[in-house]
């Protein structure tokens, strides 16, 4: 990209609220993957005369995430129609919130590779639901109609609104990483993109440094942090190409084809939008009470940032494998778990290596969730290998191939060790016989020990260490050594 | 006195889907200039000491806990499609 060019970019996250029953009715939320329009009733399939009711829960979930991303939270707020017309739309008109949404400017620290932190704003959050879904085509074929399901018909969600903060396809990937780490530690969503629990629109526009903003586009069609990056790359480029040759840029809808790596201008039936927002008459205001603020600023847990502190200073580990272990909430919540067995805190970062090197190298060689894992390697099994670990019992690397073998076989470290010929030897009358024996065979490391020399101690330690096939505690070594040579 | 014009009604028929004949868009132009006229009226009022409303006061309905519930007759709502296939809703092809 040329460097007298900027990007301006503002993304448009809508993420599923992890609640239970839809936004406005009590259909269940399961129907990913459940059998098409099995979770509809007359509310969610806009029959008439009948009336939404709102879900407390999903009101809950959205003042968390006002408060994790630090808005302005309105006491009274206002759900509106969105009036057009689309077969996934069963009511002809979306509830959604407009002029008063539920909280408006906040921020989100963004940490960008190789460069200072910098914060994006956000314009605002507001409570909607989802439309339905549209089938074009049955496996490879496609259909000359559509097929409707409305299993997602009336999900919350809540839109967030960036402001126009985002200067490269970088700090776009960045932004949505972070945003997603922090709704999920806060429990507002699960934020699975493959279930379509988070989607991105983006919108981007080119200027040249100090000018005003130019013309933006909107880029659909965006499934993956990744594919926001090639896209906003791509289209980036082709603004660019375009303005230097003088040309002007269509404020338009573009999607994003990843097979061929490029936007191109959508293709649909559907009219300019011109949505008639009025104030849904169905519905009173929505009321989040101070009282209700405080009560969930209470439930939000810690947040990534803060956690990320705290591994550090509380746990010794570095700011690297902090980075690493607060990945997930999940992750973090079981270092936590680990972190509580292997008290005293020394041997917590030996833990937080383990898991960041050969329990997360085991998981992503497998593409498995740690859900998978947690069940056979458990804090307290994964606890239990650290502080054999600490008390000198196993070394570093034999650490390393028991937990391959307890994530294999989900058996007990203990055990594992046992079968293995019980690991180091303790056993300080068995230690003595090779300290003997190795003083017997360096007389003049011991000379040198005894006229002062304290490193020729190694030699002493190294040759007890051969005797025993590399099975001794070389800390008990070292203490016998000393106390056999002492005047 | 006309408030809103033919443009305006055969744009407004458009977004709701209603094709409309000349005949129509101008009784609909006299109708809907009327209604307008009568906001225009109500707009007179001083409504300085009264606080915008979104909706009438009603009685709130106490607030939904997060449990889902099944509806037991969602097949019906299928069948009252006037077309389907299978489980699903059938509508005319929406993308070229």
Sequence with gaps: MSATWEMICGLEVHVQLATRSKLFCSCATDGFGASPNSRICPVCTGQPGVLPVLNDGATKLAVKAALALGCEIREESIFARKNYFYPDLPKAYQISQYEKPLAENGSLAVAVKDAPSKTVGLQRIHIEEDAGKLLHAIGSEDLDYSLVDFNRAGIPLVEI????????????????????????????????????????????????????????????????????????????????????????????????????????????????????????????????????????RRELPELPEARRRRFIEDYGLSVSIANVLTGSRELADYVDAVAEITNPATATPTAGNLIATVLLGFLSERS?????????VTPESLGKLTLLIADGRISKTMSKEIL????????????????????????????????????????????????????????????????????????ILNKLIKEELAP | MSSISPEEVAKIAKLARLKLSQDEIALYQRQMSRILDSMAKLRQLDTQAVPPTASVPWIEPSPREDEPAAFSNASALVALAPEREGPYFKVRKVIE
């Excluded at chain 1, 498995?368 to 056979?376: E, H, M, N, T």
């Excluded at chain 1, 020990?449 to 099975?471: N, Y």
């Design chain 1, 161 to 296: 609104v960036s402001k126009p903060d985002i200067r490269s396809p970088h700090e776009a990937y960045a932004y949505l990483q972070a945003l997603k780490e922090i709704l999920q530690f806060a429990g507002v969503s699960h934020c699975d993109m493959e279930k379509g629990e988070m989607r991105v629109d983006a919108n981007i526009s080119m200027r040249r440094a100090g000018e005003p903003f130019g013309t933006r586009v909107e880029i659909k069609n965006l499934n993956s942090f990744k594919a926001v990056r090639d896209a906003l790359d791509y289209e980036g480029r082709r603004q660019i190409a375009a303005l230097e040759k003088g040309e002007r840029i269509i404020q338009e809808t573009r999607l994003w084809d990843a097979d061929v790596q490029a936007t191109a201008p959508m293709r649909t039936k559907e009219e300019a939008h011109d949505y008639r927002y009025f104030p849904d008459p169905d519905l009173p205001p929505l009321h989040a009470p101070r009282s209700l603020v405080e009560a969930m």
């Design chain 1, 368 to 376: 498995l969730d740690l859900s998978r894992v947690i069940g056979r």
């Design chain 1, 404 to 475: 391959a073998e307890m994530l294999n076989s989900g058996r007990d470290p203990e055990e594992i060790l046992k079968e293995r010929g019980g690991g180091q030897v303790l056993d300080e009358a068995q230690l003595a016989q090779w300290v003997r024996a190795a003083i017997d065979q360096s007389p003049k490391a011991v000379a040198d020990v005894k006229s002062g020399k304290e490193r020729a101690i190694g030699a002493i330690v190294g040759a007890a260490m051969k005797l025993s096939q590399g099975k001794a505690n070389p800390t």
